[in-house]
Structures are given as structure tokens and as C-alpha cells.
């Protein structure tokens, strides 16, 4: 095969961020919004990169260059994902890649990892590698560690993988729930935000109070462990209820900020089970459970609040060949 085309899933984060980086589970679910990229195998020994939607056109190094230099913004995950699984797989042939997106990058439902997961299903497709959805992910969350130096990858796991997941820290279970929430509500707060910088922002908190910080990881794992229970018995309410802890302590952690808090709070009032911000906060996406009847009343709670409503499906199929 000389050429492909394959795509993967953005994500939303349902329970457990943060915690979920030390070792506490989290549940993520892959979402309709996708990456498209198509490889193809070259005869110089080039790797090109077209992304125009995050301002790459018409990039190209030498395959023995990989990862050294500066390395624009744009180009990061897929360049170092195609080293990393060149130098694990021995290949050495030019490789030209295009890739397109559905979604922003703006909303925080995970471009960079499902770019990367894309990269590493496309090379494995293209020099019949065979690889798993588990070597996938061991490679596409090696470049994330190798670019941003954090995070739990779990987004990599819901790129690779697709549906609903309970997820702990590096991929130690990946366990595929049968499926995801129904009618949940995705409001987005208008603001970027800055996944490093807020894990940053715990990191300090703990170091500065390691107990009261462990206190909160431990109570939002209890939380997402109960979570993991409702959702296969079905328990919407119960789960709103779940949500709505599980983003108190979100804010005891102080990533929280009064756009999402506002759109929480309205969309419960509203008539939702439950709310919550999903991913790092400070910005991106807050989630809201409604029961069938009430989702319009939330949707346009939130709009008042603030936010605008994404009209995203959950517990979509992993990284594919198109
Ligand atoms: O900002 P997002 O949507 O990528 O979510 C980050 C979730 C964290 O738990 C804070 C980080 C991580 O890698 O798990």
C-alpha cells in the first residue's frame, strides 16, 4: 500500500481529570468530531506535512532530521509521532501527510492526540506494522510526553480506542465501558483553555498542601469509581448527583472560573441531573446530564450563562482506516 487515509476521534472527559494524572481512574468518551489525515509512502527520503488548518503548508525535512530544530507548533505531534514510530519500527522511507480537521482546536476535545494517534495507525497501515490499539497508544502517548512532558493520556487512549472508557493513569486499565451518557449537553465557555498551565496550577497546590490535595484525588476517584457503577445500571439522576460532586471538588482545586461555574449552576437549575466542567478548566467545555424533556431548557440556560451550545455525539468508534 502506497497510500491511506485514516481518522480518529476527538474526546470529552466525563470524570476524574487531574486526579486522573496520579493515579486515580478517570471515564472519558470519544466524541463524532474527527481528525482525517492521509499518508503516503514517497521515494525521497522527506517527511512533508500539510496542515493548513493549524497553519502548516508545504513543510518539509529530511527523515534524518526528525524531532531537531525548531519544530512549529503545528507540526509537533505528527512530526515526533512519525519519528518515534520510525525509530521503533526501523523504517527509513519519505513519508508526505495531510491531515483535516472537523473540530477547532479551540474547544479542548483533544486535536493533538488524535493527530498523533492518526500518524502511528497510518504508518502502521502503510508499512503493515499491524499494530494494536495498545501499541498505538504506547507510541502516540510517548510523542505527548515527549512534546508537553505531562499529562495521563487519556486522550490518547479515546482516540485509539473509541467509545466509553474507565482509564487509569498511562494506560495501566483501559476498560471499555458498554456505553456513554445519554443527553448530555456540551456547553463551550468561549475561552481557551491552557491544559499545561493548569496542571501546573495543581501541581503547586499540592505542593504547597500535599494532604488536602491527595484528600481530593482520593474522594474524586470514589467518585468516578461510583460513576463507572451508575452508568452500567443506568442511573442517570444518581449520576447527575456524581457530577455535580465530582465538580465541586474540581473547584476546590481551583481550576474552575465564573463563566463555566455560571453555566454549571444555570444549567442545573434548569433542570439538569448534574453539571460539570470537563478537562483541565479554566476555560473549554462544562457537560450537563438532563433527563430527555428538560434539554432545551438547559441548552438555553447555558447560552444565557454565557456559553454556546456544541452539538457533539458520544461513544464513537477509535482510530480507522476510512
Ligand atoms: O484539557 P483537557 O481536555 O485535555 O483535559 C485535561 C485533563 C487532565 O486530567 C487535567 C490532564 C490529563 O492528561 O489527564
Known sequence: MKKVTVSAPGKLMLFGEHAVVYNHPCIVTSINERIYLTAEITNFQNFELQAPEVGITNYTKNINGLGKGKIPKGAKFVEIAVKNVF???????????????????????????????????????????????????????????????????FDVAAAAYGGTLYFLTEGKIIEALPYSLPNLVVGYSGIKADTVTLINSVKDLFNSNPKMVEGIYESIELLTNSAKNEILLKHWQLLGTLMNENHKLLCALGVSIPRLDEMIEQAVNAGAYGAKLSGAGGGDCMIALSPKEKTKDVENAIINAGGKILKVKMHTEGVKVE
Open 87 to 153: 525509530e521503533k519500527y526501523s523504517l527509513k522511507n519519505g513519508i508526505k501527510i495531510t491531515t483535516q480537521s472537523d473540530f477547532s482546536s479551540e474547544f479542548g476535545f483533544g486535536s493533538s492526540s488524535a493527530s498523533t494517534v492518526c500518524t502511528v495507525k497510518a504508518v502502521s497501515e502503510l508499512f503493515k506494522l499491524n499494530l494494536s490499539n495498545k501499541d498505538i497508544f504506547e507510541v502516540s502517548y510517548k510523542t505527548v510526553l515527549d512534546i508537553q512532558n505531562k499529562g495521563s493520556g
